[in-house]
């Protein structure tokens, strides 16, 4: 026999109010959040009915992470707009402002005018005199219960045993972001390593609430109702809070967990940042990069005859060897920085990137920008396409392309650099001839070291030959 059902109304509206005390968020950096209940509500053995009010719900997603509870149905009433206000008030008396007559000019002012509701669509109403009116008197004012302030949701749940309290969770779609920063300042030979997050609600509003921040690759089937969209203030904007200690760490599933310290609380336009680990003493090294002119597949043809200036890209790789504290930690992907200090010791941006989730034990490489006093210039010095029979009968004509390229290199600083000439390209090919040894990197990628001299030039010539 189902116990008698039990029915308790909370605010936790994320706009109106703050959510109360025992909530925890996990929060995705595509704008998901999902949201953990934990209500002092206790469930009686059998049917039990909790009546919530809630923006930006999906009931969809609604469900009791208690083993022991099971979610039998949840309806969804929206807040009361002014059209559904006056269908719940047919049949009742309401006082209406409007405009008082000929104050248009300087006086100002309004009249208010009772009328009771008979019927909204064609609408209908009912003046104290008896005579009708066939448009709205004015602006309504409505009785409180017949307003909804905020979403309700009716949740019915089925209980196996008593529980002392009410566990719920969902997914808000749009309703906080986050993202993570690292911060590397450049030293000799080795470099100062540390990172934030910092999370920027969009809809939440949580005066106090355990915080996750979950990085990795999850998939997003379906959409849910857009969040209702807040509006900062100008000083919510400018505002910054940032939390003190580092976040924990732990693997779930296919994705890393980051538990920032201690509670915290989020409004809409608020950032807030979190160290995501103690500053780290890592060792790194710089690479200069020129990238190859081979198309990866298709044909390969000629070019102009001009030189044709090419970026030299800046590489940093930061060493994360297994059984280092940095070298342990997964990184969820982010933005790099890159800080070098000048003559005075001011430090100063010399390059940024964005970098992918990386695993423990994997090095950080990202490239920074491009190279400012070192250049590049390629030209293609011969060329020549000759048919080849094809690998099997009846399949079509093949073509072998040789193709000839000088690539001059100018060092205007005052130390020797090593600039990397690399070419990729997918299927048959290779070098036949080059000034600097070719280094064969994988299946599909070569690579020329090329030792240029301080305030000199040195230049590259190689030969390839690929199938088309």
Same mark, same amino acid.
């Given at each position: 026999?189902a116990q008698v059902? /039990?029915s308790?109304v909370?605010?936790?509206t994320?706009?109106v109010?703050?959510?109360?005390?025992? +909530?925890s968020l996990?929060?995705y950096?595509?704008?998901?959040v999902?949201?953990?209940?934990s209500?002092? !509500?206790?469930?009686?053995?059998?049917?039990? $009915?909790v009546?919530?009010?809630?923006d930006a719900?999906?009931?969809?997603t609604?469900f %009791?992470p208690?083993t022991?509870v099971a979610?039998v149905?949840?309806?969804?009433r929206?807040?009361?707009d002014?059209g559904?206000a006056l269908a719940r008030a047919v049949g !009742?008396?309401?006082?209406?402002?409007?405009?008082?007559?000929g104050?248009?000019?300087g006086g100002?002012g309004?009249d208010?005018?009772?009328a009771?509701?008979?019927?909204?669509?064609?609408?209908q109403y009912?003046?104290?005199d008896?005579r009708?009116? =066939?448009?709205?008197p004015g602006?309504?004012?409505?009785?409180?219960e017949?307003i909804?302030t905020?979403?309700?949701?009716?949740v019915?749940?089925?209980? /196996?045993?008593q529980r002392p309290? $009410?566990d719920?969770?969902?997914?808000v779609?749009g309703?906080?972001r986050?993202?993570a920063?690292?911060?590397?300042?450049l030293?000799?030979a080795g470099?100062q390593v540390?990172?934030a997050?910092?999370? #920027?609600?969009q $809809?939440?509003?949580v005066? *106090?609430a355990d915080?996750?921040?979950?990085a990795?690759t999850?998939n997003?089937?379906?959409?849910?109702?857009?969040?209702p969209q807040?509006l900062?203030s100008r000083?919510?904007?400018a505002?910054v @809070?940032v939390?003190?200690g580092?976040?924990g760490e732990e693997?779930v599933?296919?994705?890393?967990?980051y538990?920032?310290?201690?509670?915290?609380?989020?409004?809409?336009g608020t950032?807030? #940042?979190?160290?995501?680990?103690p500053?780290?003493?890592?060792?790194? $090294?710089?690479?200069? =990069? @020129?990238p190859? @002119?081979?198309?990866w597949?298709?044909f390969l043809g000629q070019?102009?005859?001009e030189p044709?200036?090419?970026?030299? !890209?800046?590489w940093?790789?930061?060493?994360?060897?297994?059984? +280092?504290?940095?070298?342990?930690?997964p990184l969820?992907g982010?933005t790099?920085q890159?800080?070098?200090?000048d003559s005075?010791w001011?430090l100063q941006l010399?390059?940024?990137?964005r970098?992918?989730?990386?695993?423990?034990?994997?090095d950080l490489?990202?490239?920074?920008?491009?190279a400012f006093d070192i250049?590049?210039?390629?030209?293609?010095t011969?060329?020549?396409?000759?048919?080849?029979?094809?690998?099997k009968r009846?399949?079509p004509?093949r073509q072998?392309? /040789?193709?000839s390229?000088?690539?001059?290199i100018?060092?205007a600083k005052s130390?020797?650099?090593?600039?990397d @000439?690399r070419?990729?390209?997918?299927g048959v090919?290779?070098v036949?001839? %080059? %000034?600097v040894?070719?280094?064969k990197? *994988?299946?599909?990628e070569v690579?020329?070291r090329?030792?240029?001299p301080?305030?000199?030039?040195?230049?590259?010539t190689?030969?390839?030959?690929?199938? %088309?």
């Amino acid at each position: 026999m189902a116990q008698v059902a /039990t029915s308790v109304v909370l605010a936790l509206t994320a706009l109106v109010a703050p959510l109360a005390a025992q +909530t925890s968020l996990s929060i995705y950096s595509d704008g998901r959040v999902v949201v953990r209940r934990s209500l002092a !509500q206790p469930l009686d053995k059998g049917r039990n $009915t909790v009546t919530l009010k809630l923006d930006a719900l999906d009931p969809a997603t609604l469900f %009791s992470p208690d083993t022991s509870v099971a979610l039998v149905s949840a309806v969804l009433r929206p807040a009361t707009d002014q059209g559904t206000a006056l269908a719940r008030a047919v049949g !009742q008396t309401l006082a209406f402002v409007r405009p008082r007559a000929g104050g248009g000019g300087g006086g100002g002012g309004a009249d208010t005018v009772r009328a009771t509701v008979i019927r909204t669509e064609p609408p209908q109403y009912r003046l104290g005199d008896g005579r009708f009116l =066939l448009s709205e008197p004015g602006e309504p004012l409505f009785p409180a219960e017949l307003i909804r302030t905020a979403p309700e949701v009716a949740v019915t749940l089925e209980a /196996t045993r008593q529980r002392p309290r $009410t566990d719920l969770a969902y997914v808000v779609t749009g309703a906080a972001r986050w993202e993570a920063v690292y911060q590397v300042v450049l030293l000799g030979a080795g470099c100062q390593v540390s990172g934030a997050a910092t999370i #920027t609600s969009q $809809t939440v509003r949580v005066d *106090s609430a355990d915080v996750q921040l979950v990085a990795g690759t999850v998939n997003k089937a379906r959409s849910g109702p857009p969040a209702p969209q807040a509006l900062p203030s100008r000083a919510m904007l400018a505002e910054v @809070v940032v939390s003190g200690g580092a976040a924990g760490e732990e693997a779930v599933g296919e994705t890393h967990v980051y538990l920032l310290p201690g509670r915290v609380s989020l409004e809409p336009g608020t950032p807030v #940042t979190s160290a995501l680990f103690p500053r780290a003493a890592v060792a790194y $090294t710089q690479e200069y =990069l @020129v990238p190859g @002119v081979l198309p990866w597949r298709g044909f390969l043809g000629q070019t102009p005859a001009e030189p044709n200036r090419v970026p030299v !890209q800046v590489w940093y790789t930061l060493k994360r060897g297994r059984g +280092t504290p940095f070298g342990d930690r997964p990184l969820p992907g982010g933005t790099v920085q890159l800080y070098q200090a000048d003559s005075a010791w001011r430090l100063q941006l010399v390059g940024e990137a964005r970098s992918d989730h990386t695993a423990p034990g994997r090095d950080l490489r990202v490239q920074s920008g491009d190279a400012f006093d070192i250049t590049a210039d390629r030209v293609q010095t011969d060329y020549n396409q000759e048919p080849i029979p094809p690998a099997k009968r009846g399949l079509p004509a093949r073509q072998r392309i /040789t193709a000839s390229y000088r690539v001059t290199i100018s060092n205007a600083k005052s130390e020797a650099v090593t600039v990397d @000439v690399r070419e990729a390209r997918f299927g048959v090919w290779h070098v036949t001839d %080059s %000034s600097v040894a070719a280094e064969k990197l *994988s299946a599909t990628e070569v690579r020329f070291r090329v030792a240029v001299p301080a305030g000199g030039d040195a230049t590259l010539t190689y030969t390839v030959e690929a199938e %088309s």
